[in-house]
């Protein structure tokens, strides 16, 4: 029979403090409950095992506050190399919650912090996941959280390491290690480092190299399901929003507003070997047939990219009726040798600055029936990113000084 743990600051009549979680043996239907109004300060929540979880609050008041301020220590191990010897593939995290070879978990109302200040090496999340064991690691939402200054650095892109991350880690006991049925729906996240929110960095990359589709590798390696909607990321320090290694993820009615804040000469000083200063808004990496529609960004924030959006090295992405402004590195960038029939298509462009489009080498794609008001000033393609091949059909274009 499943059972409800009351977790509170205020009352006698519960839990004082999260780390009791460690004297419960939860089972599949419990619950974990904190009280509103109440601050857990350097406490986490960390599951693992475990399905059919909810953690939520209950009573009056303001959302419960978790920060974790550098405490929920775990070690993160890939157990390969990435795709590029920069990124680091093993490292601890600090994680306010931490969800490892779960399914069947929702976490909602709740507001979540973490907010030490390490050195360049240190990665810290909100709320991250990471699939191992399990196989597939499926129905997790996360719903109406308010995520916010998370102090991860600002170097280390794949290892969980910001506002909201999930990966798969190379399983030991299992064949393979994937999501699916990932719901991130109307969550703020505010000032974390380095993303706001990625879903699906995978031990399996050398699966999904090269321009030739994989169908065997997203059958067996490739994310299912997973949407990402009604979400508000402010001042990311790198990429606001992106899904990885993904079957036609949908990606809806988000705003991104000033990613890339801190991928500049200002913040981006102690690299070591690192490299990666490149930061964009609302993108894909490595998907097939993904799906961005009616998002809003503005404000990115000038890099070596620095656009709004960004199809980049997969297969049939799609943006439909987006919105972009002011976006310091452009609008949309089809990425390199294996972004394969990308597609632009009915979106609004208003002042977004440096060079609309970024065609860099790409082999083909869509660009059709936008509408676009720029400055003269502002090139139609950005310099040196204006080798690509590309359509362009029935584009509205209205220039003013």
């Excluded at 995290?93 to 240190?122: A, F, M, R």
């Excluded at 390491?161 to 729906?185: D, M, V």
């Excluded at 990402?228 to 990606?251: F, L, S």
Aim: hydrophobic content about 30%; aromatic content about 10%.
């Amino acid at each position: 029979m499943s059972k409800e743990y009351y977790f509170s600051t205020k009352s006698n009549n519960a839990y004082n403090s999260l780390l009791d979680l460690k004297t419960i043996t939860l089972e599949c239907g419990d619950k974990i409950l904190l009280e509103r109004g109440s601050v857990f300060n350097s406490e986490y929540i960390h599951l693992k095992d475990l399905s059919n979880i909810t953690i939520s609050s209950y009573g009056d008041g303001d959302r419960p506050i978790i920060n974790a301020k550098g405490t929920g220590l775990w070690y993160q191990d890939y157990g390969c190399e990435l795709d590029s010897p920069t990124h680091r593939y093993c490292g601890t995290i600090s994680s306010t919650i931490h969800l490892e070879d779960c399914s069947n978990i929702t976490i909602k109302e709740l507001e979540i912090i973490n907010d030490k200040v390490g050195d360049e090496y240190y990665c810290a999340t909100g709320v991250s996941a990471v699939a191992r064991n399990i196989g597939v690691m499926s129905n997790i939402t996360l719903d109406n959280l308010y995520i916010h200054d998370v102090y991860g650095n600002i170097y280390d892109k794949h290892l969980n390491n910001g506002g909201i991350y999930f990966t798969c880690s190379k399983p030991s006991k299992s064949a393979f290690s994937r999501f699916e049925n990932i719901l991130i729906s109307k969550c703020f996240v505010y000032k974390t480092s380095r993303w706001g929110i990625a879903i699906g960095y995978t031990y399996a990359h050398e699966n999904f190299k090269g321009t030739k589709y994989n169908e065997s590798a997203f059958k067996i390696y490739g994310h299912k399901n997973i949407r990402i909607e009604n979400c508000y990321v402010k001042q990311a320090a790198g990429d606001a929003i992106t899904v990885m290694y993904a079957d036609n993820p949908i990606v809806k009615n988000n705003l991104s507003d000033e990613a890339a804040c801190k991928i500049n000469d200002r913040y981006y000083i102690k690299p070591h070997n690192r490299g990666g200063k490149v930061g964009a808004g609302i993108w894909p990496w490595k998907c097939l047939n993904g799906e961005f529609r009616n998002n809003l960004t503005r404000s990115t924030r000038l890099n070596q990219d620095g656009m709004a959006y960004d199809a980049d090295s997969g297969w049939s992405t799609l943006y439909e009726h987006n919105f972009s402004s002011l976006n310091e590195g452009g609008t949309v960038m089809f990425c390199l040798e294996e972004a394969i029939d990308s597609s632009f298509i009915n979106n609004v462009i208003d002042d977004d600055l440096g060079g609309i489009f970024s065609m860099a080498k790409n082999p083909n794609g869509i660009i059709k029936d936008n509408k676009i008001n720029k400055k003269v000033a502002t090139p139609l393609f950005r310099k040196r990113m204006d080798d690509g091949n590309v359509t362009l059909i029935n584009n509205i274009i209205r220039e003013v000084k």
